[in-house]
């Protein structure tokens, strides 16, 4: 089929109408689709199986939004991927799908053919979860799944270490990790998160992002004035913990506040993953606190932060519900995960409640120092948890200790609170893990930061799972890590960590 390669790069809707109107004249189309970060032999040589049994070779991508590799996937965007694969003679279309998978695509050009590679014809090792739903959609348009076997280079390794490398000492533990967690192993932990029975314990935050453009400024008082373009809400606070949770834990529960007034329960329920169920205590005469961030969307820069909502303690008779409810619940679960940020809900009365090791289950604490609380909300609230995490700002404020290293900082946090395990993130810098006979620092795994509200959060979530696990303090480390330097590809809480992109990432980084 003579055309010029750009001519190749068709929309969905147009590449359906010629798939058809060749299909009429008798013409067999195979499709195969992926990434196709980094093109390389193998490609090339499951192209030759296919063209020896196809008339029609369809290349579908995925869209730069959803490819679930990790930070820094793809290299190279969806124009220059399309231009690559459409410059092949032995490719006849090419277009980006907008999908995590490829079911819709199968649906709208009915190949007689959908090819994969031979690393998905065992099923049970495809870690996307989509080969299945995949050979359904293929099987329901009367079309044929088509393996090939093509020589075994894989890009991931290529990209790794020299397209789009890590800093040397990022690789250099990565070498070392692998060795002692290989993927087939890790994947197997992440497993036994399944059967985790989980109680969630915080406040309910709604995180607003409003989004202005710079005009200039004020001729009245001198300030800059912005226009206002747009705003998006998303579900943060514990929800957010909530939902990073979700896909890797049957049982997810919540128990939270909102207000009686401005409660805005619909969208928090809406929010919410299918599997975590809520208790919401209802605080009677307060709004359900929201925080907004006035973000100038040519850098992306965050302007100012405002909150909306009152921040008073529970009144006696508010605590004594939650505490009867508590004490109905708590013996439940495996861990009781508390995200303490301060703004009313866990009391005195509630803390020690929760600090009880009468009750059983494991107990994970985070204590967030914000712009409402600094200075005098301490993780010291929290006497025998089991599980601690904070960033190094946290524990410095904590002790009043400006110049100790974050091992040595984690030791008086691990004399003080009589906890097992201590996690201290450090940013760019990744994080470290301690317990009582030994420590461990973790490299950071971000690449390009979209921004890093929440990252904490998803670090917190994912590193506690590891913990109630038993897992040793360098894979709680990883995990949490791969889980933080996830959730800042993205605004805010606008998505969450799934078992997906965790598994994809770590494949990633282990291969």
């Known amino acids: 089929m003579s055309l010029k390669w750009k001519e190749k790069i068709k929309s969905p809707a147009k590449l359906a109408a010629i798939i058809e109107s060749e299909k009429v004249k008798g013409k067999k189309v195979a499709q195969c689709h992926g990434v196709f970060d980094l093109l390389h032999r193998s490609h090339l040589h499951q192209f030759e199986q296919v063209k020896s049994k196809a008339d029609i070779l369809v290349v579908t991508l995925t869209a730069d939004q959803f490819v679930l590799k990790g930070p820094g996937r793809p290299v190279f965007n969806q124009n220059i991927r399309a231009e690559m694969m459409a410059a092949l003679e032995m490719v006849d279309f090419v277009t980006i799908v907008e999908s995590v998978s490829a079911i819709d695509m199968i649906k709208l050009l009915k190949p007689d053919y959908y090819v994969k590679g031979q690393s998905y014809q065992d099923a049970s090792k495809d870690i996307t979860g989509k080969i299945g739903p995949e050979i359904e959609a293929i099987n329901a348009i009367g079309g044929e799944i088509m393996f090939t076997h093509e020589i075994p280079i894989r890009s991931t390794p290529l990209l790794n270490n020299y397209i789009d490398p890590y800093p040397e000492d990022v690789l250099l533990y990565l070498d070392s990790f692998k060795k002692k967690h290989p993927f087939f192993s890790f994947v197997n932990n992440i497993d036994r998160f399944q059967d985790l029975r989980v109680l ?21 008082g001198g300030i800059m004035a912005t226009r206002h373009l747009s705003s998006e809400c998303f579900a943060g606070g514990i929800l957010a913990c909530a939902n990073h949770m979700a896909t890797f834990c049957s049982t997810v529960d919540v128990v939270s506040a909102i207000g009686s007034r401005n409660s805005h329960e619909d969208f928090v329920r809406r929010s919410l993953s299918e599997n975590v169920k809520p208790w919401f205590l209802s605080r009677e005469g307060l709004d359900t606190l929201v925080k907004r961030r006035q973000v100038e969307t040519n850098y992306f820069t965050k302007q100012s932060e405002t909150y909306y909502g009152d921040e008073d303690c529970l009144q006696e008779k508010e ?101 097992s395990t201590v996690a201290i993130t450090l940013g760019r810098k990744g994080s470290t893990v301690s317990d009582k006979s030994d420590c461990c620092s973790t490299p950071g795994f971000s690449k390009r930061v979209v921004d890093t509200v929440g990252a904490g959060d998803a670090f917190f979530s994912l590193a506690a799972l590891s913990y109630i696990s038993g897992f040793d303090i360098e894979l709680i480390g990883f995990i949490g890590n791969l889980a933080g330097a996830l959730s800042t590809t993205y605004i805010g809480n606008k998505s969450s960590v799934t078992k997906s992109m965790l598994l994809n990432f770590a494949q990633t980084l282990l291969s």
């Open 200 to 220: 969630l314990i915080g406040e309910t935050i709604i995180d607003q992002y409003d989004y202005v453009e710079a005009m200039d400024i004020s001729s009245k």
């Open 319 to 419: 605590e004594e519900k939650l505490l009867v409810y508590l004490n109905s619940v708590i013996n439940q679960y495996d861990l009781v995960f508390v995200v303490d940020y301060g703004h009313g809900l866990l009391t005195p009365r509630v803390v020690d409640f929760i600090s009880n090791r009468s009750h059983g289950p494991k107990i994970a604490v985070n204590v967030q120092v914000n712009s409402a609380n600094r200075g005098f909300h301490l993780i010291t609230r929290y006497p025998f948890a089991d599980f601690l995490s904070l960033t190094q700002f946290e524990t410095r404020i904590a002790f009043s200790d400006k110049k100790s290293s974050p091992q040595d900082l984690a030791k008086k946090l691990l004399e003080k609170l009589g906890a």
